[in-house]
């Protein structure tokens, strides 16, 4: 099928036109330029990006201010993510159906108008319930972005388009630790929300007059209600095992069942798609042999990412000392190199093809995982800043070439469920990261506090004490020594408590340098997208 017949363009009565001056080709003027909605996408992307790390900073704040349990505060963080799992695929399924365009405009306000209303909240019930609408509004919005790009830019283009929407990703991740820690500090909490307000609407109008919806011309016509059930109910149990296995243990009853009931409505829903006339995750995507493996790639990368990340924080904060700003500001290295290095990675990637630079970058974020597993307690700036560059350096082309694998090697008629499966891959990964790689850490914390503890020559502990040490461990918190107790020992336990966390920092970075070099075998079966991109139009 040529581009030209693949897609119809149903804001544009016009033909696209190949002089028509970068204005997208229609009498509509600027409607539908691929730039313009490039920049307009980044605004709405950069709310979720955002959002992603800037409410960590003001959890405690919550906590204080409603009288919040620490199961209350961590359902902030968790409502959040389950919504945006289930919903991500099916999300992108109704982008396919009802046009990108209209999809990404209701995510957007749909966020703004969830993130006004949590800043209003006076309870953490509705805080909760206003989040995990967030995430549904964030499921909208991502896969939508990612259709908009795929039919907007040439195939030529595509890989430079989405480098700066990866750069966007990398620049608004970064922000949040900073924007967050500034305004709980001087303004309030609500603010870190209500910042998400002018945003939303900046990006709601710049859609509103500059995007353009372009449809495949097969776009599905139907929805596939039995699948959305069984892919929404596999998801919804994957992810609830993932987040409640550090409560329950990997080994208990339920989590076991829950992974269980998960694999059960994964198998039925995989045989279903295979029957309905219009599944809503074709399985004929997957013959693709690099989309399945962008979509490996994009789980394991996360994997390593977001798991070893989940530790730094900890480490910066509670080893280092540091604030929460500060913190971010050590992080930037990693974030700068992200920025930088997405567009450059996007033009690489065009040039050359995304194999050898995926496998190049995913060997590279391994050595900056094993060069992380060295630090310690008294590991300076310099040597933390050199392995953050290291990782975002490696970081950048997988972010921006698993991303096109996944979407160009998709029909474009599945452009937003492939948008929506490349943020499954993501979540679903980085989730198993932080869960897996928690299990490892508590681990090796549990069987290394008690050794050193006794190398000290501190005295033993009762039962509930002695528990209570070891989860303050596990995040690199030294509790104050006893009353009355000398100096030597508050420094003696300090010093077992950092050592102890820094040995299961250690090994989970080992672990996830490993999952990375497994990412770099995956790498070799990627290619770039074989299918059409968006209509022929002056760029």
């Given at each position: 099928?040529?581009?030209?017949?693949?897609?119809v363009?149903?804001?544009?009565?016009?033909?696209?036109?190949?002089?028509g001056?970068?204005?997208?080709?229609?009498?509509?003027?600027?409607?539908g330029?691929?730039?313009?909605?490039?920049?307009t996408?980044?605004?709405?992307?950069?709310?979720?990006?955002?959002?992603?790390?800037?409410?960590?900073?003001?959890?405690?704040?919550?906590q204080?201010?409603?009288?919040?349990?620490?199961?209350?505060?961590?359902w902030?963080?968790?409502?959040y993510?389950?919504?945006?799992?289930?919903?991500?695929?099916?999300?992108?399924?109704?982008?396919?159906?009802?046009?990108?365009?209209?999809t990404?405009?209701?995510?957007?306000a749909g966020?703004?108008?969830a993130?006004?209303?949590?800043?209003?909240s006076?309870?953490?019930?509705?805080v909760?319930t206003?989040?995990?609408?967030q995430?549904?509004?964030?499921?909208?919005?991502?896969?939508?972005a990612?259709?908009?790009?795929?039919?907007?830019?040439p195939?030529?283009?595509l890989?430079?388009?989405?480098?700066?929407?990866?750069?966007?990703?990398?620049?608004?991740?970064?922000?949040?630790?900073?924007?967050?820690?500034?305004?709980v500090?001087?303004?309030?909490?609500?603010?870190?929300?209500f910042?998400?307000?002018p945003?939303g609407?900046?990006?709601?109008?710049?859609?509103?007059?500059?995007?353009?919806?372009?449809?495949?011309?097969?776009?599905?016509?139907?929805?596939?209600?039995?699948?959305?059930?069984?892919?929404s109910?596999?998801?919804?149990?994957?992810?609830?095992?993932?987040i409640?296995?550090p409560?329950?243990?990997w080994?208990d009853?339920k989590?076991?069942?829950?992974?269980?009931?998960?694999?059960?409505?994964?198998?039925?829903?995989?045989?279903?798609?295979?029957?309905?006339k219009?599944p809503?995750?074709?399985?004929?995507?997957?013959?693709?042999?690099?989309?399945?493996?962008?979509?490996i790639?994009?789980?394991?990368?996360?994997?390593?990412?977001?798991?070893?990340?989940f530790?730094?924080?900890?480490?910066?904060?509670?080893?280092?000392?540091?604030?929460?700003v500060?913190?971010?500001?050590r992080l930037?290295?990693?974030?700068?190199?992200?920025i930088?290095?997405?567009?450059?990675a996007?033009?690489?990637?065009?040039?050359?093809?995304?194999?050898?630079?995926?496998?190049?970058?995913?060997?590279?974020?391994?050595?900056?995982?094993?060069?992380?597993?060295?630090l310690?307690?008294?590991?300076?700036?310099?040597?933390?800043?050199?392995?953050?560059?290291?990782?975002?350096?490696?970081l950048?082309p997988?972010?921006?070439?698993?991303?096109?694998?996944?979407?160009?090697?998709?029909p474009?008629?599945?452009?937003?469920?492939?948008?929506?499966?490349?943020?499954?891959a993501?979540?679903?990964?980085?989730?198993?990261g932080t869960?897996?790689?928690g299990?490892?850490?508590?681990?090796?914390?549990?069987?290394?506090?008690?050794?050193?503890?006794?190398?000290?020559?501190?005295?033993?502990?009762?039962?509930?004490?002695?528990?209570?040490?070891k989860?303050?461990?596990?995040?690199?918190?030294?509790?104050?020594?006893?009353?009355?107790?000398?100096?030597?020992?508050?420094?003696?336990?300090?010093?077992?408590?950092?050592?102890s966390?820094?040995?299961?920092?250690?090994?989970?970075?080992?672990?996830?340098?490993?999952?990375?070099?497994?990412?770099?075998?995956?790498?070799l079966?990627?290619?770039?997208?074989?299918?059409?991109?968006?209509?022929?139009?002056?760029?």
């Amino acid at each position: 099928m040529s581009t030209q017949t693949s897609t119809v363009a149903h804001d544009a009565p016009e033909p696209a036109s190949p002089e028509g001056g970068g204005g997208g080709g229609t009498r509509a003027g600027l409607r539908g330029h691929p730039w313009l909605t490039l920049i307009t996408v980044a605004f709405g992307v950069t709310m979720v990006a955002l959002d992603g790390t800037i409410v960590a900073i003001a959890n405690p704040a919550i906590q204080k201010d409603l009288g919040a349990s620490l199961s209350d505060v961590q359902w902030i963080t968790n409502g959040y993510l389950l919504a945006l799992a289930v919903s991500l695929i099916t999300a992108g399924k109704l982008g396919d159906r009802f046009g990108h365009r209209q999809t990404f405009l209701a995510g957007v306000a749909g966020f703004a108008i969830a993130s006004a209303a949590i800043g209003l909240s006076g309870s953490v019930a509705l805080v909760v319930t206003f989040r995990v609408l967030q995430g549904i509004c964030g499921a909208l919005l991502m896969p939508a972005a990612l259709g908009l790009l795929r039919a907007s830019f040439p195939a030529e283009r595509l890989n430079a388009a989405i480098g700066i929407w990866g750069a966007v990703i990398g620049a608004s991740t970064a922000a949040g630790p900073i924007v967050g820690g500034l305004l709980v500090e001087h303004v309030s909490w609500e603010s870190v929300f209500f910042i998400n307000i002018p945003v939303g609407a900046l990006a709601l109008v710049m859609g509103l007059i500059l995007l353009l919806d372009r449809r495949a011309e097969n776009a599905p016509r139907s929805f596939d209600l039995l699948g959305i059930v069984l892919l929404s109910g596999a998801m919804f149990c994957l992810v609830w095992a993932i987040i409640k296995a550090p409560e329950w243990h990997w080994g208990d009853a339920k989590t076991l069942g829950f992974l269980a009931v998960s694999i059960l409505a994964f198998a039925a829903f995989g045989f279903w798609e295979t029957k309905v006339k219009e599944p809503l995750l074709p399985m004929s995507m997957f013959r693709s042999v690099p989309l399945t493996a962008g979509t490996i790639l994009m789980m394991l990368m996360a994997f390593g990412f977001m798991g070893g990340l989940f530790f730094v924080t900890f480490y910066l904060q509670n080893v280092n000392g540091l604030s929460p700003v500060d913190s971010g500001l050590r992080l930037l290295p990693l974030t700068a190199m992200m920025i930088v290095a997405s567009p450059l990675a996007g033009s690489v990637i065009t040039r050359i093809g995304p194999r050898i630079p995926l496998v190049a970058a995913m060997v590279l974020t391994a050595v900056a995982m094993f060069g992380l597993s060295t630090l310690d307690a008294d590991s300076g700036q310099g040597v933390t800043s050199l392995w953050f560059a290291v990782l975002g350096l490696g970081l950048a082309p997988v972010m921006v070439g698993a991303t096109e694998v996944i979407v160009g090697n998709a029909p474009l008629q599945h452009a937003g469920v492939a948008g929506g499966l490349q943020q499954a891959a993501m979540q679903v990964g980085g989730s198993l990261g932080t869960a897996v790689l928690g299990a490892v850490m508590a681990s090796r914390v549990g069987s290394e506090l008690p050794h050193k503890w006794a190398e000290a020559k501190l005295p033993p502990l009762p039962g509930p004490k002695e528990a209570a040490l070891k989860k303050a461990a596990e995040v690199g918190m030294a509790p104050p020594a006893p009353k009355g107790a000398p100096e030597q020992m508050a420094v003696a336990i300090k010093h077992v408590v950092h050592d102890s966390f820094i040995s299961g920092m250690g090994l989970a970075f080992v672990c996830a340098g490993i999952v990375s070099v497994l990412a770099a075998g995956v790498a070799l079966f990627t290619s770039r997208g074989k299918n059409d991109a968006g209509p022929a139009i002056h760029v």
